[in-house]
């Protein structure tokens, strides 16, 4: 089939990567020329996992880069739009990238096509779609509108695409239906599986996937409602967290128990310093907005962002606990990304965090595999930069772990003991089993689990006690 995905960010770029996998011939639409000359060129401007293989395999045949919109949709039979949905000061979307486009495709409906929307939009910007299309000139049987709402993880976003848990298409006809079943086929059938060249299965992966159906309406609050769901589950443990945190209990065994329910699940379950990224905090406040137009005050979704932002400071807290002072003191950090596996800092923690101990006095030494180099746009040029774990580590008061990268998680701790000016570790994100630590003679800190001493530094507290005594 041949396909125009309109917008090649994040969510644009794996999508057309992908169904050119899946055997059709994808145009890729951007108004920016340098993005796209870049990406003709080979390179890649997100760090994304099997995305410079997939983009490689297809660059020369079944992708082709243009900016020419009008053409690419009129040439296809089903028009994809990715682009941006930013949010307004008052935290709606933020829909006139979208509209644009639709005035545009409008030229381009002389025969039969669908138009979908991919992007991240609030209930009924489908039939908006359509009014546009319509205003602009369009014949109104000349198309139909559909939602197909994208679940894609940054880090995981082509695995989440090519073995995903459900695919959703809101639909306004069967004829519609149809043409959005012929494009997942190789999916829904399970051909694209038998492949030799597919993209490794995921461990969890249940294949085929199930595609569902229903109106545009649904379609469009699966989307919303799905993201809010899981930003609540990561609020509510770390509430939980924090609660262990006061009586003595341990999240993770917590976390075990509940989870083990098979009601509720054991993923996203993990608490941290709080979710970030271009999606959840975004979208809960548009969801949020949605809500409040409809006549609804969703003030859930309120208390959800409250805790997010709590948990923030909460772990800021338990640094200066750890340190007391702050200012002066050398710390390293391990992670500026919202989370592993991508370069984005888009609503970062670690980013936030590192400005609040900036703030506070701190002298921060940063490492991140990938995302060092987003940060130096958005931080002061004092923090210092590092090639690896172990410099971060080198000569600090503390070590912070604020992104859960899996490098960070096998980290050799015996050296990092021995480079570190105190044997401390505050970590953010749950890496470690508490006794791990101590028995490399460090100090732990984590979130909703009972600080783990090492055996000198708990002669050295009792110590203090005394003198304070
Ligand atoms: C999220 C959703 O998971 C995707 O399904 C959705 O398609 C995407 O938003 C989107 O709307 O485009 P993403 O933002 O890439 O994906 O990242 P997640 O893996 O969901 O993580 C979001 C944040 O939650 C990160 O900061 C992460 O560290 C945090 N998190 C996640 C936790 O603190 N605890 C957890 O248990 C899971």
């Known amino acids: 089939m041949r396909i125009a995905v309109v917008g090649s960010g994040y969510v644009g770029l794996v999508t057309g990567a992908c169904f050119a996998d899946l055997g059709h011939e994808v145009t890729l639409v951007d108004n920016d020329e340098q993005k796209l000359s870049a990406l003709r060129a080979g390179e890649m401007p997100i760090h994304e996992r099997f995305l410079p293989e997939l983009i490689g395999r297809h660059r020369w045949n079944r992708i082709r ?22 949010p307004t000061d008052d935290g709606e979307a933020d829909l ?52 197909n709402p994208e679940f894609l993880r940054e880090g995981t976003a082509v695995t989440d695409f090519l073995y995903p848990d459900r695919i959703v298409v809101g639909v306004e006809s069967e004829k519609c239906a149809g043409v959005l079943r012929e494009v997942y086929a190789p999916l829904t059938s399970g ?3 038998t492949r030799a060249d597919a993209i490794p299965r995921p461990d969890r992966a249940q294949i085929p996937p ?15 409602a799905s993201n809010a769901f899981l930003a609540m ?7 939980v967290a924090s609660i262990c945190e006061s009586v003595g209990a341990n999240v993770q065994q917590v976390c075990e128990g509940i989870g083990a329910d ?20 975004k979208d809960l406040m548009a969801f949020r907005a949605v809500a409040k137009e409809c006549g609804y005050d969703f003030r ?52 936030l965090l590192v400005q609040d101990l900036l703030r ?22 004092s923090v210092d930069y590092v090639a690896d774990p172990y410099e971060a580590a080198t000569g600090a008061d503390a070590l912070l772990i604020l992104t859960e990268w899996e490098e960070f998680s096998s980290l050799d701790l015996a050296r990092v003991r021995g480079l570190l000016k105190y044997p401390l570790v505050i970590d953010g994100r749950n890496l470690y089993h508490p006794t791990q630590m101590t028995e490399q003679g460090l100090s732990y800190y984590s979130v909703g689990r009972p600080a783990a001493l090492a055996e000198n530094s708990k002669a050295g507290m009792r110590e203090d006690k005394r003198e304070r005594a």
């Open 65 to 86: 880069f243009s900016g020419d919109l009008k053409t690419a949709a009129r040439e296809c039979e089903a028009v994809f739009i990715a682009v941006g949905t930013p």
């Open 96 to 147: 006139s990238y979208v509209e644009s486009v639709a005035r545009e495709i409008s030229g381009a409906v002389d025969r039969y096509k669908v138009v979908v929307e991919k992007s991240t939009v609030p209930v009924y910007t489908s039939q908006w779609i359509r009014t546009v299309i319509i205003r602009n000139g369009a014949n109104p049987s000349a198309f139909d509108i559909a939602s």
């Open 191 to 193: 051909e694209y599986y």
């Open 210 to 224: 199930r595609l569902i159906v229903t109106s545009t309406q649904s379609a469009e609050l699966i989307k919303h």
């Open 233 to 239: 589950k990561i609020s509510f443990i770390n509430a």
């Open 262 to 281: 098979s009601r509720i699940g054991p993923r996203f379950l993990n608490p941290g310093i709080g979710y970030g990224g271009s999606c959840f905090p």
């Open 300 to 351: 859930l979704l309120d208390e959800v962002i409250r805790i997010n932002e709590d948990q923030r400071h909460r772990f800021l807290k338990k640094v200066r606990s750890v340190l007391w002072t702050l200012r002066g003191k050398q710390v390293g950090v391990l992670g500026l990304a919202f989370k592993g596996g991508t370069d984005d800092i888009r609503e970062s923690p670690a980013i």
């Open 360 to 381: 506070e006095g701190c002298r921060v030494c940063a490492y991140d595999p990938a995302a060092m180099e987003r940060a130096k746009e958005v931080l002061p040029s």
